[in-house]
């Protein structure tokens, strides 16, 4: 894929867009997924805008697709990867000089291979939150082994404590306060074959939580609420550990954030940089944040197979569910034809997906339903490719990691 232009919204008109890009892959089996390269390149843009010059990692899990990250990469404002997995960091190494995993990693074999490979150890940056991870990495490769020191960054937890409501934020760290981070920062500066090049931070109950959930408003002012006090507290806390670490340790960076808290990480002058991806493809999970709305730039079809009344369509397949908390959120959502509902007693399947509604009846055997994902890079897991779509026509393909015969997680 070239680099992404700025380009005029195409896909706002959905009358013209969803039938534009089925159009434009008549000639695809199902099921098949597709860029559209001008949501795309909006996305891009419009995240380097949200950001306000605070550079933007590119979340490799959100995406897992090498076209995508490489065509992002080459935009001014982006710059390296957050990984997932460490196998999958040094996959990407190869072509990238700056790879941060965003997990702990206890993969024995992929350590070995990061501490044999001076080059490796370079350009790839593991990530700890306590010292059994050191433990761990030291028993399957001492320091004295190691072709070169390891890079590390220091995960700080950042989920917010509300008084009645506890721990609002995913379970991630141990390490909570500039206390905790000094004393593992000194594990790490105490240890041979190590050096602390970075901390980390990812605030999901802001990023990843939409503060206008559909049908229920007063959720919404409530999340309001409770996202500026998390907003306030957490850039008190981050900068305060950001500055005890950095007494310890010149750090090249500090990672904050996600797609959807790109506003007030980028505002935060503690953080250096911010991880985001999923913006990118814009899964119908954004479609529930006030501050921004994502192009779908990504969608799948699957064709119609079964008429089991005139008022109701069947396809094959459709059940291709999001992680997270079980619930209809989780589920893809049908976009075209509209109106077309799923079936409450079946919803989603991983055979068939009966669909009701008046676009339902509309619908014959082999018609094309249109399907977007609730997230963006799990939707890589179930193709091997890419149909990339342009000016309503289909300019090439591109490979998912599934296509280039990687799974990592």
Request: glycine share 10%; net charge neutral.
């Amino acid at each position: 894929m070239t680099r992404p232009p700025a380009v005029p919204g195409v896909w706002r008109d959905e009358l013209r867009y969803w039938p534009a890009l089925a159009e434009a892959t008549r000639s695809l089996e199902t099921p098949y997924a597709v860029l559209g390269f001008e949501a795309l390149a909006h996305n891009a843009h419009d995240m380097l805008r949200r950001a306000a010059g605070t550079p933007i990692r590119v979340a490799s899990k959100s995406i897992r697709i090498r076209a995508v990250i490489d065509a992002v990469l080459a935009l001014p404002g982006f710059h390296g990867i957050l990984a997932y997995t460490l196998p999958e960091a040094l996959w990407l190494a190869e072509t990238c000089d700056d790879v941060v995993v965003g997990y702990p990693s206890v993969d024995r074999t992929a350590l070995a291979a990061l501490a044999a490979d001076e080059r490796a150890a370079s350009r790839v940056t593991v990530m700890i939150d306590s010292a059994a991870h050191l433990d761990l990495i030291d028993s399957v490769v001492p320091a004295s082994r190691r072709a070169a020191p390891l890079r590390v960054a220091l995960e700080l937890d950042a989920a917010f404590v509300a008084p009645g409501l506890g721990h609002l934020g995913a379970f991630r760290s141990p390490v909570f306060d500039a206390a905790d981070a000094t004393a593992l920062a000194r594990e790490v500066l105490g240890r041979p074959g190590y050096v602390l090049v970075g901390m980390m931070a990812y605030e999901s109950q802001i990023a990843g939580v939409g503060n206008r959930p559909r049908g229920n408003p007063i959720r919404g002012r409530i999340l309001d609420v409770i996202q500026r006090r998390s907003v306030a507290e957490l850039r008190e806390r981050r900068g305060a550990v950001v500055d005890a670490v950095r007494r310890l340790a010149p750090l090249e960076f500090v990672n904050g954030g996600g797609t959807g808290s790109l506003e007030t990480t980028g505002a935060d002058p503690s953080v250096t940089e911010i991880g985001a991806g999923s913006g990118l493809l814009g899964g119908h999970l954004f479609d529930t944040y006030s501050r921004f709305r994502p192009a779908p730039a990504a969608a799948f079809a699957m064709s119609v197979v079964r008429k089991p009344t005139p008022e109701m369509a069947t396809v094959l397949g459709g059940g291709w569910i999001a992680s997270g908390p079980p619930a209809l959120d989780r589920l893809p959502e049908v976009v075209w034809p509209r109106p077309t509902r799923m079936v409450p007693r079946e919803m989603a399947g991983e055979v068939q997906t009966p669909l009701t509604g008046r676009g339902a009846e509309r619908l014959r055997i082999g018609d094309r339903v249109w399907f977007r994902h609730t997230k963006s890079g799990e939707l890589s897991e179930h193709v091997d490719r890419f149909a990339v779509v342009e000016d309503g026509r289909l300019v090439g393909e591109v490979p998912s990691y599934r296509g280039e015969g990687k799974a990592f997680l």
